[in-house]
């Protein structure tokens, strides 16, 4: 434990020393870290005979068929003995009996290869009942700590980070040049890197050039391997496994429970976003420090550029092997994808790949949330209410959705422009993009054709009066 808070100490006045005064970084708070240690080690009753139809999953623990009375008299009043027992009441089910707090507590055992009593599952008996007991252990004595962990969380007091950062970066650009700084540099760029993502968001928050929409950190259960610490509460995360949750995208630590009153301002790391194509379109954005997805304006570019009196643009495919090709180079190489005319002549390969886009988003331009709104305002008959309706739902939009769907409804109305040599009037647009860019939440055919002519006339009329809408 001090060797651990040692080294992330050092990483702290490492950063800091320069300019300890302007600031006060986090304490990781130790106290849960303390209880988890002195939590009661787990001891195995063997059972001294052969024990017929004992489960092969189950080692010389399992005692076999016999009553609560026998299993408490076994165990011996030891803390943290158990053993496994098959029910009297029950034959098949099985029964862990632990000894804690000076009781016998019994829990129902299941097995589907692996191990569990509850929501966490285990790779063998010995390592769920460690993970009990730390569990049991920290929250009898610490149950009231507990409760009030997110009361006073260290993660909306680090403004520092960003000074922290700045100063960092500009000690190190001075330094690049002094060779008699050279190992103090290299020191302080290790350091840099392993700024915790709480840090990395302080950072990232107050950057200017940063596209500031609002997104929701995507959580996700995580075992973590040595000591971890809550970046919220500033506690630590107890028990063996699946101590907490860690956001996919961004890297973020915290307990379950803090995970509920972390802001939506999660800022995703391009370390972790590994395709373009697929990925969330706010989460995409956030990653690259765009407005939009670069697809998005690389694709349009390209269109603009070579392919607007185009006959028949959007509305006839490109060669299914030569879009892929496409979506691979972007996922690959990100903005520095080739698409031009040397690489791929036929522009219906690079509106292909746009529309592959929009149809790949798992949350689509036209999001499943406002998707009946839209539908519904498209059955309105008089057209001024209904325009006016149109932009209403516009406004409900998440930022990054809208934003990208306004610069795609300006191309789309050039593209009407050149209406005599493509042949491509917002009504036909209407009809290839109202499908791509809205899907019913319903997994319903039905419901798909019935709104298919709603879907187009939405994107008719966002072409037609996109210099009112946005």
Same mark, same amino acid.
């Given at each position: 434990?001090?060797?651990?808070?040692?080294? #992330? *100490?050092?990483?702290?006045?490492?950063?800091?020393?320069?300019?300890?005064?302007?600031? &006060?970084? =986090? $304490?990781?708070?130790?106290?849960?870290?303390?209880?988890?240690?002195?939590?009661?080690?787990?001891?195995?009753?063997?059972?001294? %005979?052969?024990? /017929?139809?004992?489960?092969?999953?189950?080692?010389?623990?399992?005692?076999?068929?016999?009553?609560?009375?026998?299993?408490?008299?076994?165990?011996?009043?030891?803390?943290?003995?158990?053993?496994?027992?098959?029910?009297?009441?029950?034959?098949?089910?099985?029964?862990?009996?632990?000894?804690?707090?000076?009781?016998?507590?019994?829990?129902?055992?299941?097995?589907?290869?692996?191990?569990?009593?509850? /929501?966490? #599952?285990?790779?063998?008996?010995?390592?769920?009942?460690?993970?009990?007991?730390?569990?049991?252990?920290?929250?009898?004595?610490?149950?009231?700590?507990?409760?009030?962990?997110?009361?006073? =969380?260290?993660?909306?007091?680090?403004?520092?980070?960003?000074?922290?950062?700045?100063?960092?970066?500009?000690?190190?650009?001075?330094?690049?040049?002094?060779?008699?700084?050279?190992?103090?540099?290299?020191?302080?760029?290790?350091?840099?890197?392993?700024?915790?993502?709480?840090?990395?968001?302080?950072?990232?928050?107050?950057?200017?050039?940063?596209?500031?929409?609002?997104?929701?950190?995507?959580?996700?259960?995580?075992?973590?391997?040595?000591?971890?610490?809550?970046?919220?509460?500033?506690?630590?995360?107890?028990?063996? $496994?699946?101590? %907490?949750? #860690?956001?996919?995208? *961004?890297?973020?630590?915290?307990?379950?429970?803090?995970?509920?009153?972390?802001?939506?301002?999660?800022?995703?790391?391009?370390?972790?976003?590994?395709?373009?194509?697929?990925?969330?379109?706010?989460?995409?954005?956030?990653?690259?420090?765009? &407005?939009?997805?670069?697809?998005?304006?690389? *694709?349009?570019?390209?269109? /603009?550029?070579?392919?607007?009196?185009?006959?028949?643009?959007?509305?006839?495919?490109?060669?299914?092997?030569?879009?892929?090709?496409?979506?691979?180079?972007?996922?690959?190489?990100?903005?520095?994808?080739?698409?031009?005319?040397?690489?791929?002549?036929?522009?219906?390969?690079?509106?292909?790949?746009?529309?592959?886009?929009?149809?790949?988003?798992?949350?689509?331009?036209?999001?499943?949330?406002?998707?009946?709104?839209?539908?519904?305002?498209?059955?309105?008959?008089?057209?001024?209410?209904?325009?006016?309706?149109?932009?209403?739902?516009?406004?409900?939009?998440?930022?990054?959705?809208?934003?990208?769907?306004?610069?795609?409804?300006?191309?789309?109305?050039?593209?009407?422009?050149?209406?005599?040599?493509?042949?491509?009037?917002?009504?036909?647009?209407?009809?290839?993009?109202?499908?791509?860019?809205?899907?019913?939440?319903?997994?319903?055919?039905?419901?798909?054709?019935?709104?298919?002519?709603?879907?187009?006339? $939405?994107?008719?009329?966002?072409?037609?009066?996109?210099?009112?809408?946005?």
């Amino acid at each position: 434990m001090v060797k651990w808070l040692s080294s #992330r *100490c050092f990483l702290t006045a490492l950063l800091v020393s320069a300019d300890a005064e302007e600031y &006060q970084p =986090p $304490i990781w708070k130790s106290y849960l870290y303390q209880l988890q240690q002195e939590a009661p080690r787990p001891k195995r009753i063997i059972c001294p %005979g052969e024990v /017929e139809n004992r489960p092969k999953y189950y080692g010389r623990e399992f005692h076999g068929i016999i009553s609560r009375e026998q299993a408490d008299e076994l165990l011996g009043g030891v803390e943290g003995a158990y053993i496994l027992r098959e029910s009297q009441r029950q034959p098949g089910c099985y029964t862990l009996a632990l000894r804690f707090g000076n009781q016998t507590l019994n829990y129902r055992l299941f097995y589907d290869g692996k191990h569990f009593v509850g /929501e966490k #599952r285990f790779e063998s008996i010995h390592d769920l009942v460690t993970d009990g007991l730390i569990t049991l252990y920290i929250e009898t004595k610490a149950s009231e700590y507990i409760s009030k962990m997110t009361t006073n =969380p260290i993660y909306e007091h680090i403004g520092y980070a960003t000074l922290l950062r700045e100063k960092v970066s500009r000690r190190l650009s001075r330094s690049k040049n002094e060779s008699r700084k050279t190992s103090v540099a290299n020191e302080e760029h290790t350091a840099v890197e392993k700024i915790s993502s709480l840090v990395r968001r302080a950072a990232l928050t107050h950057n200017d050039n940063h596209f500031n929409y609002e997104k929701t950190h995507n959580f996700k259960v995580h075992t973590f391997r040595g000591p971890h610490w809550c970046e919220y509460c500033a506690n630590f995360m107890w028990g063996l $496994i699946a101590q %907490g949750v #860690r956001c996919s995208d *961004c890297g973020l630590n915290v307990h379950k429970q803090c995970s509920k009153h972390v802001p939506n301002d999660c800022q995703p790391d391009l370390k972790r976003i590994k395709k373009v194509y697929c990925c969330d379109l706010t989460t995409l954005v956030k990653a690259h420090n765009t &407005q939009r997805p670069m697809v998005v304006d690389i *694709c349009i570019r390209e269109i /603009e550029a070579r392919g607007l009196k185009s006959e028949g643009l959007y509305r006839v495919s490109g060669f299914t092997e030569h879009i892929e090709d496409v979506k691979m180079a972007f996922d690959r190489d990100g903005e520095k994808a080739d698409i031009s005319a040397n690489i791929y002549p036929d522009i219906n390969i690079i509106t292909g790949a746009l529309k592959l886009y929009f149809r790949d988003l798992p949350i689509p331009v036209i999001t499943y949330d406002t998707y009946p709104k839209f539908i519904e305002a498209a059955k309105i008959s008089n057209a001024d209410e209904r325009l006016e309706a149109v932009h209403e739902v516009l406004m409900l939009l998440p930022p990054a959705h809208y934003e990208t769907l306004r610069y795609l409804m300006i191309h789309l109305k050039k593209v009407t422009l050149n209406e005599k040599d493509n042949f491509m009037n917002a009504e036909n647009l209407g009809i290839v993009f109202g499908p791509t860019l809205m899907r019913s939440p319903e997994d319903s055919t039905l419901t798909t054709l019935q709104d298919m002519r709603y879907q187009k006339l $939405i994107v008719q009329i966002l072409i037609e009066n996109e210099d009112v809408l946005f």
